[in-house]
């Protein structure tokens, strides 16, 4: 470290080219989850249908955000437990405990994002 705290080594851009760079890895990332992510393309698929559902069953802006976000937050968890995956899949394809440990945990937060969506629907939908 230098005086003022700053690290030194590989330069890392800042304002707006940070922000571009970091647009594009976003990009890159949903490009390679939509083409190597089987259950990513499920549940946009299932998105493409939720959503404009939330958006006509909504009877209010706070409505239809309850009933959308869910299914956002699904698409977030599947991101990153695609990424827990592929991070355990680059350690070694042999069997260990904590590897398959790891990548059960993240797929209980997906279907702990399912529950969280069935839950807010039918708390939204039959408490009228």
């Known amino acids: 470290m230098e005086a003022n705290g700053a690290t030194v080594g590989r330069y890392k851009p800042r304002g707006l080219l940070r922000v571009l760079r970091a647009l594009a890895a976003s990009a890159n990332g949903l490009v390679g989850a939509f083409r190597e992510e089987a259950a990513f393309r499920q549940e946009l698929a299932l998105a493409t249908l939720v959503i404009p559902l939330a958006l006509w069953l909504g009877h209010s802006g706070v409505e239809r955000a309850l009933l959308i976000a869910p299914m956002l937050l699904i698409l977030i968890v599947e991101l990153l437990n695609s990424a827990i995956e592929a991070t355990v899949d680059r350690i ?21 994002s399912f529950v969280l969506l069935t839950v807010v629907w039918l708390l939204v939908l039959l408490g009228r």
């Open 92 to 112: 070694g394809f042999e069997r260990h405990q904590l590897a398959g440990l790891a990548k059960d945990i993240g797929s209980a937060a997906v279907f702990m």
